[in-house]
């Protein structure tokens, strides 16, 4: 049983907004983030926030046009983007830590990951 399944991806036009979503199960999961994937490129953080929800972290590239969030009480951790970019185009990944609460940015930080979904922004 997949323990974290991302929802929400497609195709938009440039400066349209989509929002992401990630449910959790079978456990409880602490820090989370989003992480993204182009053809060709090394997997990146997009966006990452801790347990309680009071810290977040976003990279340069989303900041001011991403913003994460979570409801712990549905197990489920959300990103919205707007304004959007062909350079946004990757497959977005839901990552989640069992072990730490505080937010964290690199890929070995996470032990629970998503299959991915699909962004892609058409200029």
């Known amino acids: 049983q997949r323990q974290l399944v991302e929802s929400g991806g497609g195709l938009v036009q440039a400066g349209g907004s989509l929002r992401l979503s990630c449910a959790a199960s079978?456990?409880?999961?602490?820090?989370m983030s989003w992480f993204r994937q182009a053809p060709g490129k090394e997997r990146e953080i997009a966006a990452a926030?801790?347990?309680?929800?009071?810290?977040?972290y976003y990279a340069d590239s989303v900041k001011g046009r991403f913003t994460i969030s979570r409801d712990n009480a549905k197990n489920s951790m959300y990103l919205q983007m707007n304004s959007l970019k062909p350079e946004d185009t990757a497959v977005y990944y839901c990552a989640a830590s069992s072990r730490t609460t505080y937010v964290r940015k690199t890929v070995p930080d996470f032990d629970y990951w998503g299959q991915g979904t699909q962004v892609t922004v058409s200029s």
């Open positions: 926030i801790s347990w309680s929800g009071a810290d977040t």
């Open positions: 079978g456990r409880t999961f602490y820090g």
